[in-house]
């Protein structure tokens, strides 16, 4: 339970939330900032992200590759979309 608590918290931080020492300038020379999430500022999403977009997520679990006898990590993201 502790991991998946953990685990919560690292994508709710990381994808829903904007942080201030992240931000950057809207580009109107008016002082306006466009804010970031973490995500965001590492490039691996474009909007800050919905806690109800987040919980409609699934990650596929890791997959063991027993083929060669070695192990392989694969994760996909798929995204449940709404009628």
Known sequence: ????????ED?????????KTLR?????GRGRW???SPA????LTDPIW????????????DVTNTKWGGYLETREIL????P
């Open 34 to 36: 466009q804010p970031r």
């Open 40 to 43: 965001m500022a590492a490039g």
């Open 50 to 61: 919905t806690v109800k977009e987040l919980l409609m997520t699934v990650v596929a679990p």
């Open 24 to 28: 950057i300038e809207a580009g109107n």
């Open 11 to 19: 994508w709710v931080y990381n994808l829903t939330r904007s942080v």
């Open 79 to 82: 995204i449940w979309e709404t």
């Open 1 to 8: 339970m502790l991991e998946a608590s953990c685990a919560w």
